[in-house]
C-alpha cells in the first residue's frame, strides 16, 4: 500500500541578482535544487535515496516534511494531499538529522526537550509523559537517567539516538533520516543502522534513508532512487539496481565505490569530471556532459523517467552502460 | 625492497590542567619505497596525531615524548632526522580540508610555487612553469588557465588536486595523506584515489594514508596498521590483515562495515560500548572491555606486536580464539 505520493514536485530557490538586473526589472535567476520529481514509497518499506552532494536529496526530503514549499507538484499522505502551512498535520512525517549535535537544543534536557513535544501536541495526559519519556528511551536503547543530561554530556552516537526518539515522540508513520549515520564511526554506524531496522519492525515505520553511501543503502534499503541535478534518474528494488544498473550514472556510481576486497582498483569509475552547477543545468539529459554513451539525442532531449525491462530509469539507452561493463564503458582518460 | 620512511616508539603527550594522557602510545610504523601504508581507526585512535608528531606539526600542549624518525638518505641508509628539517623537503602532507588549508589569499599559482621556491633552488619563472606542469600531471583541465583561478573559484575535488600538486612541488619522498577524501563525493572520491595511486607508480613515491574506510584501504594500500586507542594492535599485508584479521577489534571493525558488493540482509555485527577516554585508558589490553573473547589475562598483557604469520603482526594474546571462529564461516 503505498503511504507517501510524490508527484511532480519543483523546488527552487530564488538568486540574488545584480542591481542593474534590478532597475532592468529582468527577474531573479531560481536555482532548481529538486526538478519535476515522482516518487512513490510504500508502507513499511525502507527507501534510500543516493547522489552525490549539490543532487538535491536533502531539498526532496525538506519538501516532503514542509521545510521548504515547492514551486510546483503535490505530496500525497495516505491519499490525501499536504499543503504547506505551519498548521497542516505533518506530525505523522518526522526528520532525523545528519548532525545530532547542531540539532538538539544545547540548554534543554533531554528529558525536557521531549516532554514538550509531547505536551505542545497533547499525545499523552500530563502525568504519563514521563512514563512515555522513559518508553522513548528504551526504544533507542539508551538508559533512563539520560533523561537528566543535556545533549553535550553524550557521545555522537548517543545524541543521534535522541535524534531518533526526538523524532519518535511524535508518534509518526514515516521517518526521514537525512545523511543520519554520515558523521558517526564505522562501529557506532552500524549501531545506528540496526536500531533504524529494529524500529522499521517493531514499530511498523516506513523510513526514507537519504545517503551518499552506497554501501549502507546496499545493506538496510528495500528500494533504491538515484537522484543527479534534481532528478531521479533510476529506481528500483536494491538487489536488482546493484547487480544491473540501467543509468550509466549508476554504473559509475557503483564502480566509484571503493571496494573492500580490492577488487577494483582505484579511478575504475573513468568518470570525468564532478556535476555541474543547478544554475548552469545541460540541456537534455543532464548527465550527458559526463555520460560515456552520450550522443546527440541525449544532449538535445531530456529523457523521461520511464520503465525499461521492469526498472524505472530516464536514459535514452539503459541497461548498455551495464552491459558493456563499467571498464570499457568510457575512453581512456589516461588516469 | 628498502624502507623509505621509519617510525620508532613514537609517543605523544597532551598536558592539560596538571593532568597528561597519551594519545599516541609507542607506535612504530614503517612504510616501503613506492608503498603505500593505509592507517586505519576510528575517531580519537590517535592516527592524525601520529602523521602530525611525524611532520613536527603537533598542536600547542603537545610533545613528542619518545621516538626516533627514520627516513631513506641518498646513500641508501635510514638516518634519524629532525621533523622540522624534512617538513615539505623530503615529506609533504596532504590535508583532509581543501579549503581551509589552501590560502584563500593567493593564487593557485602561486601556492604552489612557494612551496617549490622554498625547498629548492629555483627562479620565480621557473617556480611558475613547474607549477603549471604539475597542475596539468595532477589532471586539472586547462592548467594555465586553472592556475589564475583563487581557491574559492574551485570545486572540492579540483581543489584537493592542487593541494596534491602543492605537496608534489617539493618533490618529497613520502607522502602524509590525512583523510583527503573524506570530504569528497563518491565519483570525485574515485578520482583522486586514482590520482594518488598513478603518482605513486610513476614517481616511486611512498604514500601513508589515514583514513577510518576499511574499504578504501582496501582499494590502495599494500600494508595496513590497525590503531586503536593510541596504538597500534595489528600491522601486516593489507589482505591477509582484513581477510584473515588476528586482532579481535580489526575483525569487529571489519564486519561492522556495509558493502556494496554482497548485501548482508540483516543486521551488522556491532562493537559494544565506546572507545575508551584517552584519560583513563583500561589496563593491559586497552579493547579488552569491549572485546567478545577477553580472557582473565586480558587485562595484564603486555603490549607487544607478536609476528602470527608472515610479517602479520598482531597485539593480542588470544589470536587463537579468533581463528576458531573463522573457521567455521563467519564473514
Redesign the interface.
Known amino acids: 500500500m503505498t503511504l507517501l505520493e510524490i508527484r511532480d514536485i519543483t523546488v527552487e530557490f530564488p538568486q540574488p541578482r545584480s542591481f542593474v538586473d534590478m532597475l532592468t526589472r529582468t527577474p531573479r535567476p531560481a536555482l532548481r535544487a529538486v526538478d519535476h520529481v515522482d516518487l512513490s514509497v510504500e508502507r513499511g518499506e525502507i527507501l534510500g535515496v543516493v547522489g552525490?552532494?549539490g543532487c538535491g536529496k536533502s531539498t526532496l526530503a525538506r519538501a516532503i516534511v514542509g521545510l521548504v514549499e515547492p514551486v510546483g507538484g503535490e505530496v500525497l499522505y495516505d491519499g490525501t494531499p499536504l499543503t504547506f502551512d505551519r498548521h497542516s498535520n505533518r506530525r505523522r512525517i518526522q526528520m532525523v538529522f545528519q548532525d545530532p549535535a547542531s540539532s538538539l537544543n544545547p540548554s534543554m534536557t533531554i528529558g525536557s526537550m521531549l516532554a514538550e513535544l509531547i505536551a505542545y501536541h497533547h499525545l499523552r495526559p500530563p502525568e504519563q509523559v514521563q512514563d512515555r519519556c522513559e518508553e522513548l528511551m528504551d526504544l533507542v536503547n539508551l538508559p533512563r537517567r539520560y533523561l537528566a543530561y543535556r545533549p553535550m554530556r553524550l557521545?555522537g552516537?548517543q545524541r543521534q539516538r535522541i535524534g531518533i526518539a526526538r523524532a519518535l515522540a511524535l508518534e509518526p508513520d514515516l521517518l526521514i533520516a537525512d545523511e543520519s549515520v554520515a558523521a558517526l564511526?564505522?562501529?557506532?554506524?552500524?549501531?545506528i543502522?540496526?536500531l533504524l531496522?529494529d524500529l522499521r519492525d517493531d514499530l511498523d515505520l516506513t523510513i526514507i534513508l537519504i545517503s551518499?553511501?552506497?554501501?549502507?543503502v546496499?545493506?538496510?534499503c528495500d528500494h533504491v532512487a538515484v537522484m543527479y541535478l534534481g532528478n531521479i534518474v533510476e529506481s528500483g528494488p536494491?538487489?536488482e539496481l546493484?547487480s544491473s544498473p540501467a543509468h550509466p550514472y549508476t554504473t559509475?556510481?557503483?564502480?566509484?565505490?571503493?571496494?573492500?576486497?580490492?577488487?577494483?582498483?582505484?579511478?575504475?569509475?573513468r568518470?570525468?569530471?564532478?556535476?555541474p552547477s543547478p544554475l548552469a543545468r545541460p540541456s537534455g539529459c543532464p548527465f550527458n556532459p559526463r555520460c560515456p554513451l552520450a550522443d546527440d539525442e541525449c544532449r538535445t532531449v531530456m529523457p523521461p523517467l520511464a520503465i525499461s525491462d521492469g526498472r524505472l530509469v530516464a536514459c535514452h539507452k539503459p541497461f548498455a552502460s551495464s552491459r558493456q561493463g563499467a571498464r570499457t564503458a568510457g575512453p581512456p582518460t589516461g588516469? | 625492497m628498502t624502507t623509505a620512511l621509519e617510525v620508532r616508539n613514537l609517543s605523544v603527550e597532551i598536558t592539560r590542567h596538571g593532568h597528561t594522557i597519551r594519545p599516541v602510545d609507542d607506535v612504530s610504523l614503517s612504510v616501503d619505497a613506492g608503498d603505500c601504508l593505509g592507517l586505519v581507526g576510528e575517531s580519537g585512535a590517535g592516527k592524525s596525531m601520529t602523521l602530525k608528531a611525524i611532520l613536527g606539526l603537533l598542536p600547542k600542549g603537545a610533545r613528542v615524548t619518545s621516538g626516533e624518525l627514520l627516513l631513506h638518505t641518498a646513500e641508501g641508509t635510514l638516518a634519524s632526522i629532525d621533523p622540522i628539517s624534512v617538513r615539505g623537503h623530503g615529506i609533504s602532507m596532504v590535508f583532509q580540508e581543501p579549503m581551509t588549508a589552501l590560502n584563500p589569499t593567493r593564487r593557485v599559482v602561486d601556492i604552489i610555487a612557494d612551496g617549490a621556491r622554498a625547498h629548492r633552488d629555483m627562479s620565480k619563472s621557473e617556480a611558475h612553469e613547474t607549477a603549471v606542469r604539475l597542475l596539468g600531471e595532477v589532471g586539472v583541465p586547462a592548467p594555465e588557465r586553472r592556475a589564475r583561478a583563487w581557491p574559492h573559484q574551485l570545486s572540492g575535488g579540483l581543489r584537493q588536486r592542487v593541494m596534491i600538486a602543492m605537496a608534489l612541488a617539493t618533490e618529497p619522498d613520502v607522502l602524509l595523506c590525512d583523510e583527503p577524501t573524506t570530504a569528497l563525493d563518491v565519483t570525485v572520491q574515485d578520482q583522486i584515489l586514482g590520482l594518488l595511486d598513478r603518482i605513486r607508480r610513476e614517481r616511486g613515491l611512498s604514500i601513508i594514508f589515514v583514513t577510518h574506510d576499511l574499504a578504501v584501504i582496501g582499494q590502495v594500500a599494500q600494508e595496513v596498521a590497525v590503531m586503536y586507542a593510541g596504538r597500534v594492535v595489528e600491522t601486516g599485508p593489507v589482505r591477509p590483515v582484513l581477510d584473515r584479521s588476528l586482532h579481535p577489534y580489526t575483525n569487529a571493525l571489519v564486519t561492522s562495515i556495509p558493502h556494496v558488493d554482497i548485501g548482508t540482509d540483516q543486521r551488522l555485527r556491532t562493537i559494544e560500548g565506546a572507545p575508551p577516554d584517552p584519560a583513563n585508558f583500561p589496563p593491559g589490553c586497552r579493547f579488552s572491555p569491549r572485546c567478545p573473547f577477553a580472557q582473565p589475562d586480558c587485562t595484564r598483557a603486555e603490549h607487544v606486536l607478536v609476528e602470527q604469520a608472515t610479517d602479520h603482526r598482531t597485539a593480542c594474546i588470544h589470536p587463537e580464539a579468533l581463528a576458531s571462529i573463522s573457521v567455521e564461516g563467519s564473514p
Open positions: 552525490e552532494s557521545s552516537g564511526d564505522v562501529s557506532v554506524q552500524a549501531s543502522l540496526n531496522l551518499h553511501d552506497l554501501a549502507v546496499r545493506n538496510v536494491t538487489a546493484f559509475a556510481l557503483l564502480a566509484a565505490a571503493p571496494s573492500f576486497d580490492g577488487s577494483r582498483p582505484p579511478g575504475n569509475a568518470l570525468e569530471g564532478e556535476p588516469e
